[in-house]
């Protein structure tokens, strides 16, 4: 690589072009050692790179577990661990609660109000004016269900069955059907190849004779 940040020409040993971003690129930086053996790992083969690391706030946000859990965790074992782990497991709650995924969530908890020991209200017994609204209503709904009867059907004046008799007895009979056949077989039907009886014996007037005599041209 060239030592200024400028563009290095092909060469003998390395036949391409070496651009002024890549020289820039390839400049360590400071405090940069390189080491020939690569990075370095324990005996158990962790890299001490990843040992070293400092996470993200958006990492130590993740890893803490679900707020619900640590509620239910303390509720189940309030009786059984010490206060020490106790207030161990309220510093967590309290973490959890502050982490931005719960809120993204809306699962915070207002951890200042009382969550145990909750006051039950008690159910308010019935007024008389209540139990008279309710005995009412039983009474509409116990009521039998109306039947709606239809209406009924409007029918013109009656005959007796003498004067319908000729039209049943019209109605009963067969229909006749049309008979459909050749339109040759028609009497009203002529053939438009067959000349006419009447055409050959036509006597052509006078001025059919002159208006059928051919023209003279004139030459040329």
């Not at 007895?169 to 000349?195: G, L, N």
Request: aromatic content about 8%; charged content about 30%.
């Amino acid at each position: 690589m060239g030592k200024y940040l400028g563009m290095d020409h092909p060469t003998a040993s390395f036949p391409y072009t070496i651009p002024k971003r890549l020289n820039a690129l390839s400049r360590p930086r400071r405090g940069f050692i390189e080491a020939s053996d690569g990075p370095g790992y324990t005996q158990s083969g962790i890299r001490k790179s990843a040992l070293n690391g400092q996470p993200s706030d958006r990492v130590n946000d993740i890893a803490w577990p679900w707020l619900r859990r640590l509620i239910l965790v303390k509720k189940m074992y309030r009786n059984k661990f010490d206060q020490e782990r106790l207030e161990k497991l309220d510093r967590m709650i309290e973490a959890s609660n502050a982490t931005l995924y719960s809120k993204l969530a809306h699962c915070t908890v207002d951890l200042k109000k009382p969550q145990e020991g909750k006051e039950i209200k008690k159910k308010k017994g019935w007024s008389e004016s209540d139990w008279k609204k309710h005995m009412d209503y039983l009474a509409m709904v116990a009521a039998p269900k109306r039947e709606f009867q239809p209406p009924p059907v409007k029918r013109g004046k009656s005959v007796p069955l003498e004067a319908l008799l000729p039209r049943i007895k019209e109605i009963s009979s067969p229909a006749d059907f049309k008979c459909y056949r050749r339109q040759s077989k028609e009497v009203w039907y002529k053939d438009p190849i067959k000349v006419q009886p009447a055409a050959l014996k036509y006597q052509i007037t006078d001025r059919t004779k002159k208006l059928a005599a051919p023209r003279s041209l004139h030459e040329g």
